[in-house]
């Protein structure tokens, strides 16, 4: 069975700080690799997904990942981040063959002050 | 992406009584829905795969008589959670996409059970 962990379970940053979630899984065969984020009272939204190709993502909002096979790790990046990326932010996973199911890791709370 | 809605968004029950959650998909044919569940401050747990027609697919520890899942349409799933009681209460959200493909998820639907 295929599993994620998301080690950073709280994370506080000033705005302008550089950001890096890290996000290692578990599965022997092809993956796809997601980052959702959650913002206050709102609900999952994707801020990218890696399934083949270019191992390094970009998503929306001036977030990246980066995908490392030999280290099982998809870390999500912001080079400069905002007050308003306050979120809680979800990696999962899902197998290449398509019966699989998202597994999540259980999150990071990302708190950023002014 | 694929627009995904539920209702209700909030609903207070009484301990022994049922509740029905709806789960639509409105531009997107979705044989294929999954039912999460999210504690406070913890990650989706994947409860369910529904499935258009036919039976759903439960997650391991989940209760199918407990949680019934109904799929009659490629745009409506519900969820049902019968005999609620406190332990019941949660976040319940739904999934629409493809499997093996990224997902959109829907606002999710606060149960509490009093």
Request: charged share 15%.
């Amino acid at each position: 069975a295929q599993s994620v962990s998301q080690h950073n379970h709280h994370v506080i940053l000033s705005e302008a700080a550089s950001l890096e979630l890290g996000c290692n899984y578990s599965y022997g065969g092809t993956v796809n690799l997601f980052w959702y984020v959650q913002y206050p009272g709102q609900h999952l939204q994707l801020l990218l997904k890696y399934f083949s190709g270019d191992p390094l993502v970009k998503g929306i909002k001036g977030f990246e990942a980066e995908f490392i096979k030999s280290k099982f790790s998809f870390n999500l990046r912001k080079p400069s981040v905002q007050w308003s990326d306050t979120a809680e932010y979800f990696c999962a996973v899902n197998g290449g063959d398509t019966a699989s199911k998202l597994t999540f890791g259980t999150g990071t709370r990302l708190q950023v002050t002014l | 992406g694929a627009v995904v809605s539920q209702h209700p968004s909030r609903v207070i029950c009484k301990s022994g009584t049922s509740v029905k959650i709806e789960c639509r998909s409105l531009d997107f044919q979705a044989t294929t829905m999954f039912w999460y569940r999210q504690f406070p401050k913890q990650s989706l747990m994947l409860m369910a795969t529904s499935n258009e027609g036919s039976k759903a697919t439960y997650e391991q520890g989940v209760e199918k008589d407990k949680f019934l899942i109904n799929h009659a349409s490629l745009t409506l799933s519900t969820l049902t959670v019968t005999s609620a009681h406190p332990e019941d209460s949660s976040f319940y959200i739904c999934s629409v996409g493809p499997p093996s493909y990224e997902q959109y998820f829907g606002p999710g639907t606060r149960l509490t059970v009093t």
